[in-house]
């Protein structure tokens, strides 16, 4: 059974929740308090009143049984129980009942009231310590309690025990009136308090709201949101001032910013463009020195290859620095056409067979047709610069080893895979190789000659064609780079029908040698 979470409550339903079980709280422990205290003293009342009744009936008991001389024992316990019976001072006993127990019998007033109903402890206390004590037991001939008072009978005669037997209706009915005018006026109060606090917070909170639903704005984009003025000066309408006056501090540092970054997108921009045509003439005259190295002196044959190197890192540092240029200013625009991914794969690994040959890394291609050729709607320039640029770390990253690139179609996309065995790449850089100028290993970037925006470039290349790009990494067993392009259909592929109605046609065989040469072709290059 799976558990679901209950929505979680605002900051005003908390405080009146919260204020309702303080409020619950207090008016049960005064009910409660009430209760018992009237408890006490409508029973200590009657407990009173019932054992000064008790003293009163047995002291007049000796003189009773000195006129029951040559009585039997029967008879003289009825005749006990019809003088403490009896009316008193002109009316009647408030007890209900009354039993008179000798050393072997017992009588009683009312035949539902027997002696096994006086627990023992009071018994105890009668018989052993001749003094009047009382308990409470529950009532035999009806709901509620009893008060039950017993008292010693001592004479001349014989010893006897007395137990009365005292409703406590009054005390209970009383208790019960109380208990239900509490729970009345405890709901009524309540529901009063819960309608306080919620309009009492509400007003309170409604600045924290204010301030909440404007910070929102704020961090959806829109700096001309401001809290409405407050003309209370308490803590909100100060809180209100300094929250508008840091809203506006950050509106203009984010202006002087974007006005910065402008700046600076700009200048790079322009620099970029002044730098082509001077770049083009040390082009042709480093093109022509390095032609003609041959008739030079030893150093300055060295001279010209080191012009020639640099030159031409600092032509892919400037076509990098147009590119971000262009992503920054928002001027790129794609013409997209039907690219085939396996070719074009096929044409970047073509292309760096000279640097893999040099490492000694073997490159292979696997494009995987089962689910369908991997055809993507893509501008084919940017595209082969993406994979240019990841297929080309992979080699650079690499050392006597061996880079697989897989290309697969998967349900409405393109997957492409980029894997290496290089050293890979630590986790605490992982989540920044994507930024601009970011180096994991900046020693190696200068050897290898990288400007630290291949794969930032990469990364809005393929953002800009609505994919993406993730890299997992473990240090010592390599990096795995993956690409996600949506895929288009091709105008060729047959449908499922016609597929299951074709025969298989002979397909050449993958060098890879798995029995799947219909579904996979496979390339491999490099040393």
């Known amino acids: 059974m799976r558990w679901i979470r ?82 008193q001072g002109g009316g009647p006993p408030s007890f209900k009942a009354v039993i008179v127990r000798g050393a072997e019998l017992s009588s009683e007033s009312d035949d539902r009231f027997k002696v096994d109903l006086v627990p023992s ?12 004590a009382y308990v409470y037991v529950d009532s035999p001939v009806g709901p509620g309690r009893m008060l039950v008072v017993g008292a010693p009978i001592r004479s001349d005669q014989a010893d006897y025990e007395s137990y009365f037997f005292y409703p406590l209706t009054f005390q209970e009915e009383t208790l019960t009136r109380l208990t239900n005018f509490l729970v009345i006026v405890s709901v009524g109060l309540l529901a009063a308090v819960i309608v306080m606090a919620a309009i009492l917070i509400g007003r309170v909170l ?29 803590d909100f309408g100060r809180l209100a001032e300094s929250f508008n006056r840091m809203t506006d501090a950050l509106a203009q540092k984010i202006g002087e910013l974007e006005n910065v970054s402008n700046l600076q997108a700009r200048f790079v921009s322009d620099v970029s463009h002044e730098l082509r045509t001077p770049l083009a003439t040390v082009r ?73 040959h040099g490492r000694k890394v073997g490159v292979s291609l696997v494009v995987d047709t089962r689910e369908g050729a ?51 790449i630590p986790a605490e850089d992982l989540p920044h190789i994507f930024e601009r100028f970011y180096r994991a290993d900046a020693h190696r970037a200068k050897t290898t000659g990288g400007t630290g925006l291949g794969l930032a470039i990469a990364l809005e290349n393929v953002h800009l064609h609505g994919g993406s790009i993730t ?57």
């Open 6 to 87: 209950p929505p979680r409550l605002d900051l005003r339903a908390r405080v009146v929740l919260f204020a309702s079980a303080v409020a619950v709280c207090a008016l049960l422990l005064l009910g409660l308090s009430l209760r018992a205290l009237l408890a006490n003293s409508l029973y200590d009342q009657r407990s009173r009143e019932a054992v000064e009744e008790v003293q009163r009936l047995t002291s007049q008991a000796p003189a009773t049984l000195a006129g029951t001389v040559g009585l039997t024992e029967r008879e003289v316990q009825k005749t006990l129980v019809q003088d403490l019976t009896s009316p």
């Open 121 to 132: 402890t009071l018994v105890n206390k009668v018989f052993a310590r001749s003094e009047i």
């Open 206 to 234: 409604r600045p924290v709201q204010r301030a909440r639903d404007v910070a929102e704005e704020i961090a959806a984009g829109n700096l001309d949101a401001r809290i409405p003025q407050i003309t209370t000066h308490d």
């Open 284 to 356: 042709m005259a480093a093109d022509y020195i390095h032609a003609a190295r041959a008739n030079l002196p030893p150093d300055a044959q060295r001279a010209a290859v080191l012009l020639e190197r640099e030159l031409e890192r600092f032509e892919n540092l400037l076509e990098d620095l147009l590119e971000i240029s262009r992503f920054d200013a928002g001027v790129v625009r794609l013409e997209p056409v039907e690219v085939d991914l396996g070719r074009l794969l096929d044409e970047v690994i073509d292309a760096l067979d000279p640097i893999a």
């Open 374 to 424: 991997p055809l993507v709607a893509a501008d084919p320039r940017r595209l082969d610069r993406v994979f240019s640029n990841l297929v080309k770390n992979a080699i650079e990253h690499t050392t006597e080893g061996a880079v697989r690139v897989n290309a697969a179609r998967r349900d409405e996309a393109v997957v492409i895979k980029v894997e290496d065995e290089g050293e890979g």
């Open 471 to 527: 890299v997992a990494s473990e240090v010592g067993k390599g990096s795995v780079f993956t690409v996600v392009l949506p895929a288009v259909k091709s105008p060729s592929e047959p449908c499922p029908d016609e597929e299951e109605a074709a025969e298989p046609q002979p397909q050449p065989a993958a060098a890879s040698g798995d029995g799947d040469s219909k579904s996979e072709a496979e390339v491999v290059l490099g040393g």
